[in-house]
């Protein structure tokens, strides 16, 4: 039982000492990664799904929060102001059938009424001169904000070069919004139009968000934009983020409350609206003013209001500096083509809300502080091609298809998925801090022919998604996984990619998918790796590189696998994974085994015993004078009995006497090469 102790206790230590490895290694390890994001993955444990990439999710924006958001809330009810105003001229019988102001906030918003010509350059010039004047470099400075109601169009362009510098400083910024009318901004490959904030203060580009900053908007409407950049534009919020087409859910005229209704009477009966002016001829005279105290309270949302998409076409525009370079919502009909969205503060190009029959073509997104593409909730039928997402701060194409609600919500929203019919082709995701491309829910996803690199994942499919088709995509220097499927996706196919120099190329994690007809070179550690109950197969992909396994399904317990191509794949384990495959339950048993043997056995070795007589101890003293001279060491005699020694030694070796018989049969006769031991006390 000694023996056992100590062998049990070699081998429990050994076990003790590789269970750390075993939790902090396994067949997802790690090897080095792309500088952008090295140091997130060195933090993999044994999923590299539980990597906290160091990106950015917007909380760390350097405006001021608590002001910027009053202003977005001060801007919504200005426009509130604007749409009452006009409701209550009609109802008031006042004819505002030309161009007014509603003095309102920090300073007056010029509305252009609905009329059949487009207001230009010159309008402006003729309806605003002391808010919209030309500055020596030949720009313009426009100083207050402008609406543009529905029925007008304004359209700002020129046959020369047109910069437009919008008024933004500490105590105010102005804002052109068009609610349900249209916008154009016309410029040309020689005469581009350039739109920026301007800080009067600086004489540059406003940079300071904390106290607004000019920004332009589509609420309802048509918005059309060629050839032209934006800079510079927007604060907080997506409506107030730069350049935002937004359709509206509120009434195109404004609900009233009855009180409101009572009060604008009130005013009409008592001549206090303003005469409109007219000149010589009798014609009005644009710019009337209308007070902003008469303003009704407004009753909450309106049950049978006129639902309003915005419809946007935006054609070879560059976008710089904004807090959102393009953000969408409630459109319909969008396209965007060649336009480029760059160092935005939060994304790229957004499609928030709402979204349907949009296709965004040959454009970039680059240096976004969050993702460069985000499709967000409640969009369908959205074609992304030939796009660019580089460098950003989070993903650079990132599509929610999940479902508004989990269950029953206050504003009743279904809670059917999301995100069906978006193709994703012909793009190229490179050097984005998280995911090159990450699909979160949704229907009916394709992800063909696109070139992802240098991120942390390449293609990131979760949380229940449907249906999603990744086939023909070229990845490479992935940090961890080129293509990962996971948590409840189900219908996934990956056919016809090629990955290299990844770690692993394909991970499925309670994902079904068919992986078929891919090629993966250079793996470091799985060509193929799954693990869950969900139905896999595995057929006809061709895998080379080294690592513990070219196909790794031992934890998937319904996958299939055939006509795969693992030729070229070299096994390779590290040391500390060996140890640690190498001690499974019946091994540590069988090996705890061989260890108490080997043990055993070399303790035994190490015991060398003297034979000695069984009662030896009871010899009588007399045998004790009866020795045999050939037993006894020369210099341990005396001189006589040494020299009797040495003539008995010298006689010739014959029988040996009767005498010399019984003195080798004596107790102390020792084994042939032995010693004789004393038993003297």
Request: negative net charge; charged residues 20%; aromatic residues 6%.
């Amino acid at each position: 039982m000694k023996h056992l102790s100590k062998a049990a206790v070699l081998a429990l230590g050994v076990l003790l000492a590789t269970a750390p490895v075993a939790a902090a290694s396994g067949p997802d390890g790690r090897a080095a990664a792309p500088a952008a994001v090295s140091q997130a993955a060195s933090q993999a444990a044994n999923d590299p799904s539980d990597l906290t990439p160091e990106v950015t999710d917007g909380s760390n924006y350097t405006g001021d929060p608590t002001n910027e958001a009053a202003l977005v809330a001060s801007e919504d009810q200005r426009l509130i102001q604007v749409r009452t105003q006009a409701s209550i001229a009609r109802w008031t019988g006042s004819s505002l059938n030309v161009p007014y102001r509603v003095a309102s906030g920090t300073g007056y918003t010029l509305v252009l009424t609905a009329r059949t010509k487009d207001y230009t350059m010159d309008d402006l010039l003729s309806l605003a001169p002391k808010t919209f004047v030309r500055q020596p470099d030949g720009s313009y400075l426009l100083s207050e904000n402008i609406v543009i109601e529905s029925g007008a169009t304004l359209t700002l362009g020129s046959s020369m070069l047109l910069t437009i510098k919008m008024f933004s400083s500490a105590q105010k910024f102005v804002s052109v919004v068009n609610y349900g009318g249209r916008l154009n901004v016309a410029g040309s490959a020689t005469a581009p139009v350039k739109i920026t904030s301007w800080d009067v203060d600086h004489s540059t580009p406003r940079q300071i968000t904390d106290n607004g900053r000019a920004y332009i908007r589509s609420i309802g409407g048509t918005v059309s934009i060629e050839h032209a950049s934006f800079e510079s534009l927007g604060f907080w919020s997506g409506r107030t983020g730069g350049l935002s087409m937004t359709g509206s859910d509120r009434p195109i005229t404004g609900a009233i409350s009855a009180a409101g209704a009572a009060l604008a009477k009130h005013h009409s009966k008592n001549s206090k609206f303003p005469e409109v002016e007219k000149d010589a001829a009798g014609e009005p005279v644009p710019g009337a003013v209308l007070p902003s105290d008469i303003i009704p309270v407004l009753e909450g949302e309106a049950t049978n209001s006129d639902f309003s998409y915005v419809t946007a076409s935006v054609v070879n525009t560059e976008i710089t500096d904004n807090v959102y370079g393009v953000f969408l919502a409630n459109a319909v009909g969008v396209s965007i083509h060649n336009v480029t969205a760059d160092r935005s503060r939060m994304d790229g190009f957004v499609l928030h809300r709402n979204v349907s029959n949009a296709t965004i073509v040959d454009s970039t997104a680059r240096h976004s502080a969050v993702d460069g593409f985000r499709l967000s909730r409640s969009i369908r039928s959205v074609r992304l091609d030939t796009d660019k997402a580089e460098n950003n701060g989070r993903d650079g194409i990132y599509i929610d298809g999940r479902a508004l609600a989990t269950g029953p919500s206050a504003t009743g929203t279904s809670i059917s998925s999301h995100g069906n019919d978006v193709v994703v082709i012909n793009s190229t995701m490179t050097g984005n801090a998280h995911y090159g491309l990450e699909i979160r829910g949704g229907r009916s996803t394709t992800v063909r022919s696109n070139t992802i690199s240098d991120s942390l994942m390449g293609i990131v499919v979760q949380d229940a998604a449907s249906g999603v088709t990744v086939d023909d995509n070229h990845l490479s220097n992935l940090a961890t996984q080129a293509i990962a499927l996971r948590d409840g996706v189900t219908g996934g196919k990956i056919t016809n990619n090629t990955v290299s120099n990844s770690i692993v190329g394909v991970y499925l994690r309670d994902a079904a998918a068919d992986v078929e007809s891919n090629r993966f070179t250079n793996m470091t550690n799985h060509g193929i790796s799954a693990l869950g109950a969900a139905e896999i197969s595995v057929r006809s992909n061709i895998i080379s590189g080294s690592g513990p396994s070219a196909v790794d399904l031992k934890r998937a317990a319904n996958a299939t696998t055939s006509h795969n191509t693992t030729s070229e794949w070299t096994v390779t384990k590290p040391f500390w994974q060996m140890v640690v495959s190498f001690f499974q339950p019946l091994t540590i048993l069988w090996t705890v085994l061989g260890l108490i043997l080997v043990f055993t056995a070399l303790r035994g070795r190490r015991l060398k015993r003297t034979i000695r007589h069984p009662y030896a101890d009871q010899a009588p003293m007399s045998t004790f004078t009866d020795l045999d001279p050939l037993q006894v060491r020369p210099d341990s005699l005396g001189p006589e009995d040494a020299e009797a020694a040495r003539d008995v030694s010298e006689k010739p070796r014959g029988r040996r006497s009767a005498d010399e018989e019984r003195g080798q049969a004596g107790p102390f006769r020792p084994a042939e090469g032995g010693h004789v031991e004393a038993a003297f006390s």
